[in-house]
């Protein structure tokens, strides 16, 4: 909207229903419905910003002809409006759709002005503004063909801008300059270096569920540090430090092992690090608690609960976010976790025995000795060395048919540091850094079809290591990305 119109009302964020995930992407899934509620919701801002879109200055960007000429301003405003608004030219059909209600709204009274926010209205409440429809003229044809220039624009967009196709990219639609994959990635390019950009903070927050960090809500007795500026640095780190790898194609390896991060003093006094400033700076790491994205405040929060840590959570995190291994759901009859604050032990401890129940051992084996090595660090990221007066034990391993194919024993390590070294050298990880990227940019989950292509995606250049940019280039050059098919009924 802010694009579409000029507009700066947000209704997103002060009246419509909270969607975001705990982790995971937005624009894909069960979030892409909407309930009655929404609709309604969607239907009073839509009126105001309608109304809001025929006064003053926006409404010289927007009406461009003397409306009170007739249908030939009439149809020059839908067409150029609705271009923009759907992302794509209006059919023959829509045109008609459109400039007839406008008649209908004359009928009934309106002025002419009236008539055409009458026209905003409907376009911001129709399925081809509120949605991405990529529209097949064989819709159950399994063979695969190219999307329309249009539609390669909004995928580009919405990869990048999470917004609109800018003018550039119209035009480049409009001339058929989208077709070969050096155009995609020219443009892309072009894009990252828009300040306009968003691909770093809103894929790197929903990836690693940053994103809801904000939804936070920690015991103020035990960690009375905790405050919602700190909330703010820890989700900037994530962001910065991901926006620095893509910028400068660090290798994708490194994002779990790299000696620096972004920190300013919130960070540094929870890091027990040299004081920094007031803003988020790129910082060298001396101490060796931390390195790379497991040691951060904010992944280490999102895999937390309010009173503790938890190594459940952590250690399935890993193994979902990091190797795209996600252990399954658990059973119905599973006894619950010890509520409240663990007392005379350590989770450790508990979950040792917990694991002996043989409904729980298959995946807990996995998952308990991946959360433990990140147990050094408390439920704010907080590094520790005894958890209720105990010390820690943060030796763990990569074990179980999650771990390796086949289930053979993986590496050991002790600490979130060495973890971190075992995963990044393990080839799934580099390729899952792939999965989220393409998911991402598709706007959907991948299936078993879209797997031939990560192979290609995730090859190295020919000098060097394969960095963050190269993936996301590899990704959008992709036929899977340019191309598309019909599904069977």
Known sequence: ?????????????????????????????????????????YQSASQALAAEAMTGTARAKLVTCDLTTGMTCAQTLVQNFGLRAFRRPLTTAEVTNFTTLMTTAAAAGATSDEQFRTVVEAMLLSPNFLFRPEID????????????????????????????????????????KLAQPADIQAQVTRMLADPKSAFAATFASAWLGTQNIPNLMFDATMFPSYSAALGTSMTGEVSNFFNDFLSKNEPVTQLLTANFSFIDKNLATLYGVPAAGATLTRTTLTTPQRGGLLTMAGVLA?????????????????????????????????????????????????????RTLSACATCHDSIDNVGIAMENYDAIGTYRTTENGFPVDASGMLTGAIAEPGGAVGPSFTGAIQLSTAIAADPRFTSCVAQNVLSYSLGRTLSAADQPYLATITQAPQTGSLGVRDVLMNVVASDTFRMRHGETP
């Open 137 to 176: 003229a064989d819709p159950t044809s399994l063979t695969p063909h190219a999307l329309s220039p249009y539609e390669t624009a909004s995928r580009l967009s919405y990869t990048i801008y999470r917004s609109m196709p800018d003018q550039a990219l119209f035009d480049a639609a409009a001339a058929g």
């Open 302 to 354: 999102v895999t937390s609960y309010p009173n503790r840590t938890s190594l459940v959570k952590r250690g399935a995190y890993v193994l979902s976010q990091m190797l795209c291994a996600a252990p399954p759901p658990p059973p119905a009859n599973v006894p619950p976790f010890p509520s409240g604050p663990i007392v005379g032990t350590t989770q450790k401890q508990i979950l040792a025995a917990h």
């Open 1 to 41: 909207m802010r694009d579409l119109l000029g507009t700066a009302q947000t209704p997103g964020a002060s009246t419509f229903l909270s969607d975001v995930p705990e982790i995971g992407f937005d624009n894909n899934g069960d979030l892409q419905t909407l309930s009655p509620v929404q609709v309604t919701l």
